[in-house]
């Protein structure tokens, strides 16, 4: 059983697209997080959601909107999509009920968006 | 504020060989520590982290790591590594609130 997945693994597009991963986690996590890991390896945080709550907006453009239906689910969609967006995005998902920042990240294999 | 230095971008090392990847962290309040590798095409694991006690901490694969607050430092290290210890390394730390912040990757090569 994977404990974090990501729906799918590769997505190739025009730009001007819209899109969207979906993410889900089997492992009672409250927190979950999307982050956007560019040609570089830099690992840039982009969301967090506890409880279907939005805790953490970093800059990003409001072309993306995650969207958490239940504690198990983030999913990303994004619109108008640009060259730039091209990257790999992971999901994850920690577990901390206390919020101390103690609970490690759980990541899922990530999906590779390539906008042509 | 937070933030994570991660000294070297690429290491290469020969099989067998003994290897330390270096990681310092700034911050204004008490963190917590992290390393995670990444394999190619993978998500990201975690190899080892450290909340309290021990400065040292061992992690999987025979890596550890040492804590040292007056050097703001947390580097990793394996005695001998081995050609399946190629992978992106990244150190982290947490705050209160969950909030993650990654070093930019050390790129670990080992040459057979």
């Known amino acids: 059983d994977t404990a974090v997945s990501q729906t799918p693994k590769y997505l190739v597009t025009q730009m001007g697209n819209d899109k969207s991963i979906k993410c889900e986690q089997n492992?009672?996590?409250?927190?979950m997080y999307w982050y956007k890991q560019d040609s570089k390896k830099f690992l840039k945080i982009m969301f967090s959601?506890?409880?279907?709550?939005?805790?953490i907006n970093e800059t990003v453009p409001n072309r993306f909107s995650p969207k958490s239906p239940d504690k198990a689910h983030l999913n990303l969609h994004i619109n108008s999509l640009e060259l730039g967006d091209s990257a790999v995005y992971f999901c994850?998902?920690?577990?901390?009920?206390?919020?101390?920042?103690?609970?490690?990240?759980?990541f899922g294999e990530g999906s590779r968006l390539t906008v042509l | 504020a937070q933030s994570v230095t991660q000294l070297d971008s690429q290491v290469p090392v020969f099989e067998e060989a003994p290897v330390e990847l270096r990681c310092n962290y700034s911050?204004?309040?008490?963190?917590?520590l992290f390393w995670y590798v990444q394999y190619p095409n993978q998500g990201l694991q975690l190899l080892l982290k450290?909340?309290?006690?021990?400065?040292l901490v061992k992690g999987i694969n025979g890596f550890e790591a040492e804590f040292n607050k007056s050097q703001t430092s947390f580097h990793l290290r394996k005695p001998s590594v081995h050609i399946s210890d190629t992978a992106e390394y990244f150190c982290?730390?947490?705050?209160?609130?969950?909030?993650?912040?990654f070093g930019t990757g050390t790129s670990l090569t080992v040459i057979p």
């Open positions: 982290a730390v947490s705050v209160p609130g969950n909030q993650f912040y």
């Open positions: 994850a998902s920690s577990q901390d009920r206390l919020a101390r920042g103690t609970g490690e990240l759980f």
């Open positions: 911050s204004s309040v008490s963190v917590y």
């Open positions: 492992l009672g996590h409250d927190t």
């Open positions: 450290y909340l309290s006690g021990s400065t």
């Open positions: 959601y506890n409880n279907k709550e939005l805790i």
